[in-house]
């Protein structure tokens, strides 16, 4: 990535030849406004053309972009940047109201800061490291070596209008608006937070007697069904010619086809899954076992979460899997369309206390964040930004509207 940023930042100044001249002559001109802001906040949620530029580029120049070869991408870039621009105002402003401010921040938080800027500054700097080498030949100093990557850092910056104390602000902002989310979460009450979570795992209940699909895709955080196993498995595999010829004539719906491919393909390996199961019934240690036949073998030592109406597992594996009568027991050989498999049962699945306190922690999460983002969209209501849709480059949603329907 660091070498498509170098040459982003070498195109800069060719990709914002029309922000150029916007900029020459326009750069205080306001991209982003309030017509009718609260009483005595004056302009402070003006975004002026050069606030926005300067971080557009700056973006452009992070991701390795250009006007000329990434056009779609860059619009939407604009778009994103204005937007983030004109809430950051606002929560900023909603911040204050709650004594939220750079000067409120303690010793601590600003030590913070500036740890995190010193990060942010270090990686850029190394990302340099080739070029300075390469400006520097063959004998250098480490403090000469620091140096040259800081000049051809400061040389991009320099490109976009961004500089270095920009990055402290960005960090201080930062931290004004986790303490507004954390200032706004103390609003939102515990059952508020169990009653979302309760409903959320009804509703993963729901789906799972309903869509079972779309229950393991999406709920499976939420709610483990009664019967629900930990197991591992053993599996001998088929050839992998065979085993696409079977998936092939299965999906033709030639079954008959498609099993005597499977017989003569499975035949061949039998032997393999016959001498994994005399060893355990032999008494041999089921993880010694399983290093040693078990063909996928990134599954080694690893527990599956099987529920017992599954679409995701053959239905033969899941009958054999709950057939298991105690922890650390086995199934009989099972025949799939991939091979032969023995699956052990090792564990109930349930929810551990970590994991319960962790969906909690997760949906008061969530709905403070929903709280802060409707403060931030109920004050937009209220106040509603004017954007100068010419000087961003972007297409007005209301002309676009108005072209539609004609």
Do not use: H
Not at 103 to 109: F, G, N, P, R, Y
Not at 244 to 263: C, F, P, T
């Amino acid at each position: 990535m660091m070498k498509k940023i170098k040459q982003a930042a070498a195109a800069l100044i060719s990709a914002s030849i029309f922000f150029t001249g916007c900029s020459q002559n326009a750069a205080n001109n306001p991209v982003a406004s309030i017509e009718n802001p609260p009483e005595g906040t004056g302009d402070r949620f003006t975004v002026t053309f050069s606030d926005w530029n300067r971080e557009y580029k700056y973006r452009m120049g992070a991701g390795g972009y250009t006007e000329e070869k990434d056009a779609e991408l860059c619009t939407q870039l604009r778009k994103e940047v204005i937007e983030y621009l004109t809430q950051e105002r606002v929560v900023l402003y909603l911040a204050e109201q709650m004594d939220i401010t750079a000067a409120s921040l303690s010793d601590e938080e600003v030590k913070k800061i500036d740890e995190q800027v010193q990060k942010n500054l270090k990686k850029w700097y190394e990302s340099y490291e080739a070029d300075a080498k390469l400006a520097l030949g063959s004998d250098f100093t480490e403090d000469e070596l620091l140096k040259k990557e800081q000049e051809l850092f400061e040389k991009f910056l320099s490109q976009t209008g961004i500089t270095v104390e920009d990055f402290t602000m960005w960090e201080t902002n930062e931290q004004i608006r986790l303490k507004f989310i954390e200032k706004v979460g103390e609003s939102v009450e515990d059952k508020t937070v169990d009653d979302f979570v309760q409903s959320t795992i009804d509703s993963a209940k729901e789906m799972y007697e309903k869509d079972i699909a779309t229950f393991e895709k999406t709920y499976t955080a939420f709610y483990i069904p009664e019967g629900s196993r930990k197991v591992q498995q053993i599996v001998v595999m088929i050839d992998d010619i065979s085993a696409s010829e079977v998936k092939a004539y299965r999906k033709d719906g030639d079954d008959e086809k498609a099993d005597e491919i499977l017989n003569a393909a499975l035949e061949k390996v039998k032997f393999r899954i016959d001498e994994a199961y005399e060893k355990l019934q032999n008494g041999e240690d089921w993880k010694k076992v399983q290093e040693e036949y078990n063909d996928e073998t990134s599954t080694n030592d690893v527990d599956f979460n099987l529920y017992p109406k599954s679409s995701t597992i053959d239905k033969k594996i899941i009958e054999a899997a709950m057939s298991i009568k105690n922890k650390g027991e086995y199934s009989e050989i099972q025949k799939t369309d991939a091979g032969w498999s023995i699956i052990c049962y090792k564990d109930d699945l349930k929810f551990t206390d970590e994991e319960i306190k962790s969906l909690n922690d997760q949906g008061r999460e969530f709905l403070v964040q929903q709280e802060s983002y409707k403060k931030v969209t109920d004050f937009l209501k209220d106040y509603p930004y004017v954007l100068n849709y010419e000087l961003l480059n972007l297409e007005d949603p209301e002309s676009t509207t108005a072209s539609e329907k004609q």
